[in-house]
C-alpha cells in the first residue's frame, strides 16, 4: 500500500486511470467477476460534489470496460441515513480529508445545505503527533526502541479500539472551589442531557469503556505508554485553529447546513435524526460532544414554535441487523443503505440504467436514473 496512488483527495477525482484501476481491481482481482460474461449490475456511491460530466465519464467506464449489465449511481449521504433506517436528517461522514455535512427530506438531498470540511482523519493524525511529541518520556521510549515518533505512529495510536475518547467541552479556566476538571474527568461526564420538557436523551452508548489515565500499546515489538492527552485528538474538528486551519468548526457548520434547509418546519427533524459516520466516527463520546456544542447555540423556549429545534438525536443502525447495529460498525451505515438500495433497484431494469439504455442513448442517460 505504500506505493498506492490516490486517486480521490478531499472528495475529488484526480487521476482517473488510477480511479479506473482501483475498480478494476476490485470488480475483477476481488470480486472474481469475468469481464466477458459479467452478469453482475454494480451500485456505484459517489460524493454529492461529483460533477454530470464525472457521473457520465463513470457510466461510459462501467460499460464500455468493465461491460457491466446495469449501472445505478447514488449519494453517500442518502445511503448513510437510509442504513440508519430513514428518509430525512443530516449526515456527518468523517473521512481522512474532509468532513462533509448534507441534509436529506423525503429521499431528496437539499444541496443547498451541503457543506463540506477540509478536515478528517489525518488532521487527528497530525495533532496526536504533536501532543506525543510534548511527551518526553514518550520519546525517550521511541528513542530507546529506535521506533520513529511519526505520523504513522499516530494514526496507530488513533485506530486502536478504545485507546483515544472525545473530550465533552473544552478545558474551562481553574475555578477557586473546584479546581480545573482533569482530561479523565471530561471524558467521563455522562452522556445524558435534560431539557425543558422534562425528557431525557441519551445519545452514547448506555456503557462507556472504562478510560484510564495511560495506556500501554505494542507497536512494532515494542511497549509504550501514552498518556491521557490521547483524549484530545478530536478536537481540532471543533477548534480547527489547533492545526491551522481557519473554517468553522463541525458543531457550528452543523448548525449553518440545517438553517440553510429552505423549509423551516423539517428544521427539528433534522436535529433529531443525525447520522454520524465514516472512519473517525468510531471515536467514543463524539456524538455527546457534538451534541453539547451545538446546544450552545440553538435557542431553546417554552413557548418555542414549530421550527424550533426541541432535541438533538441521532441516529445508529437499527438494531434488528443483529451483526452492525454495535457501535463499532457504524462507519458501515453507507454500504447498508447501499445494499438495501440495490435489493431494491435491481429487480428492475426501469430502476437503473441498462446496457440497452446505455447503447440507445449514450453516457447521459445516468442522469434519468439515478439519483
Excluded at 454494480?42 to 463513470?58: A, D, G, M, N, Q
Excluded at 433506517?85 to 468532513?99: A, K, L, N, P, Y
Excluded at 428544521?267 to 457534538?290: A, D, H, M
Amino acid at each position: 500500500m505504500e506505493d498506492f496512488n490516490n486517486p480521490i483527495k478531499d472528495n475529488m477525482i484526480v487521476s482517473w486511470p488510477d480511479l479506473e484501476a482501483c475498480w478494476h481491481h476490485i470488480l475483477f482481482k476481488e470480486l472474481g467477476l469475468k469481464k466477458s460474461r459479467n452478469e453482475s449490475p454494480v451500485l456505484l456511491t459517489v460524493p454529492v460534489c461529483w460533477t454530470k460530466e464525472e457521473h457520465e465519464r463513470i457510466t461510459q467506464i462501467f460499460f464500455e470496460n468493465f461491460n457491466v449489465p446495469g449501472l445505478y449511481i447514488a449519494p453517500q449521504p442518502l445511503l448513510a441515513l437510509y442504513g440508519c433506517g430513514s428518509v430525512s436528517g443530516s449526515i456527518i461522514d468523517i473521512g481522512h480529508e474532509t468532513t462533509d455535512i448534507n441534509v436529506g427530506v423525503d429521499s431528496i438531498l437539499q444541496i443547498q445545505s451541503s457543506l463540506s470540511l477540509p478536515i478528517g482523519g489525518k488532521h487527528f493524525d497530525q495533532y496526536l503527533l504533536e501532543l506525543l511529541q510534548q511527551d518526553t518520556n514518550l520519546v525517550q521510549q521511541a528513542k530507546n526502541a529506535s521506533v520513529p515518533l511519526d505520523i504513522k505512529f499516530a494514526r496507530f495510536i488513533r485506530e486502536q479500539p478504545g485507546a483515544c475518547h472525545v473530550l465533552s467541552g473544552h478545558v474551562k479556566p481553574e475555578d477557586k472551589t473546584t479546581g480545573t476538571p482533569s482530561v479523565l474527568d471530561m471524558v467521563a461526564t455522562p452522556a445524558v442531557e435534560e431539557f425543558t420538557d422534562g425528557e431525557v436523551a441519551v445519545t452514547e452508548d448506555e456503557v462507556v469503556p472504562e478510560v484510564t489515565e495511560n495506556l500501554t500499546v505494542e507497536y512494532k515489538g515494542h511497549k509504550f505508554t501514552i498518556g491521557e492527552y490521547r483524549h484530545k485528538v478530536c478536537d481540532p474538528l471543533f477548534s480547527p485553529e489547533l492545526v491551522g486551519l481557519d473554517i468553522l468548526p463541525l458543531s457550528e457548520a452543523t448548525r449553518l447546513a440545517i438553517m440553510n434547509c429552505e423549509t423551516p418546519e423539517i428544521r427539528p427533524k433534522l436535529w433529531e435524526n443525525i447520522v454520524v459516520t465514516g472512519g473517525c466516527s468510531l471515536l467514543y463520546q463524539l456524538q455527546n460532544r457534538l451534541k453539547k456544542e451545538v446546544q450552545l447555540s440553538l435557542p431553546y423556549s417554552d413557548n418555542a414554535g414549530d421550527s424550533q429545534p426541541r432535541l438533538v438525536s441521532f441516529l445508529r443502525i437499527p438494531e434488528y441487523f443483529t451483526i452492525l447495529r454495535e457501535k463499532q460498525y457504524q462507519c458501515y451505515a453507507t454500504w447498508l443503505g447501499g445494499e438495501i438500495v440495490a435489493k431494491l433497484v435491481f429487480i428492475d431494469a426501469k430502476n437503473y440504467v441498462s446496457k440497452v439504455d446505455y447503447n440507445e442513448s449514450g453516457p447521459s442517460i445516468v442522469h434519468t436514473k439515478s439519483y
